[in-house]
C-alpha cells in the first residue's frame, strides 16, 4: 500500500475499489480528501468499520471472483509467459472461456 499515492497521483476518479491489503488509513484519507468514494474490502480488526456504498462493493466482488476464475488457468497463476504480449493473450484467451462457460 505504500506504491498507491505514487499511482494516483494525477488520476482524476470517483470511487477506489481495491481488497483488504489497501485497508490503510493513510490511503483512506488521501481518497477523502480528493472526494472520492472509498470501496475497500476492510480487515476485520479494523476499530471503526467504513461504510460503503453496497452497490459499488457488488461490481467489486465480482472482479474479485473473476480474478479468481483467471488463475485457475496454470499458466496465468504461475506467470509462465515470458512477454508482455503472450500473458496478455493468454488473459484474453482464458476470459473467452470463462465467458462462455
Not at 476499530?47 to 462493493?57: G, H, N, T, V, W
Not at 480474478?67 to 504480449?85: H, N, Q, S, Y
Request: hydrophobic share 45%.
Amino acid at each position: 500500500s505504500v506504491e498507491v499515492p505514487p499511482l494516483i497521483d494525477g488520476l482524476k476518479f470517483d470511487a477506489f475499489i481495491a481488497d483488504k491489503a489497501f485497508d490503510s488509513n493513510a490511503i483512506i484519507a488521501e481518497l477523502n480528501e480528493r472526494g472520492a468514494t472509498v470501496v475497500i474490502s476492510q480487515h476485520p480488526r479494523r476499530s471503526k468499520p467504513l461504510l460503503l456504498d453496497r452497490e459499488i462493493y457488488k461490481w467489486r466482488h465480482l472482479i474479485e471472483n473473476f480474478f479468481c476464475k483467471l488463475k485457475e488457468f496454470k499458466r496465468i497463476a504461475m506467470r509462465a509467459d515470458k512477454t508482455d504480449k503472450s500473458f496478455s493473450a493468454m488473459i484474453y484467451l482464458a476470459a473467452a472461456i470463462i465467458h462462455s462457460r
